[in-house]
């Protein structure tokens, strides 16, 4: 199971872009299918966007042409590029990963706080 560690959250102004790193642990990285999921306070934890091994990409509709996912498997990190962002992007994202060879195994980071407000 790898280690996952985000970077990248903090405060920006409505319009105005992020990206976020997950950094991976371990030496199987490039068989992990990993997603970035974001919760608001309050609310439960939603995915928004995914990437398989092969660089399939999936986005919830909420970030659908303002978000992109992507992946370095050399560096072992995703990545998150945020533009656009607008107050209710606001939340806790977390990132994590599925190796193909077992789907059942999960792999959390801690989570990084973007703050989308003027």
């Known amino acids: 199971q790898v280690q996952l560690v985000e970077s990248g959250g903090g405060l920006v102004q409505p319009g105005g872009s992020l990206r976020l790193s997950c950094a991976a642990s371990?030496?199987?990285?490039?068989?992990?299918?990993m997603a970035w999921y974001r919760q608001a306070p309050g609310k439960e934890r939603v995915l928004i966007a995914s990437?398989?091994?092969?660089?399939?990409?999936n986005y919830a509709e909420s970030v659908k042409g303002r978000f992109t996912i992507s992946r370095d498997n050399t560096r072992k990190t995703a990545h998150l590029q945020m533009n656009s962002l607008k107050p209710e992007d606001t939340a806790v994202y977390y990132c994590?990963?599925?190796?193909?060879?077992?789907?059942?195994?999960?792999?959390w980071g801690q989570g990084t706080q973007v703050t989308v407000s003027s």
């Open positions: 990437i398989s091994s092969i660089g399939t990409t």
């Open positions: 371990g030496n199987v990285f490039s068989m992990y299918a």
């Open positions: 994590n990963g599925r190796p193909n060879y077992n789907p059942s195994i999960v792999s």
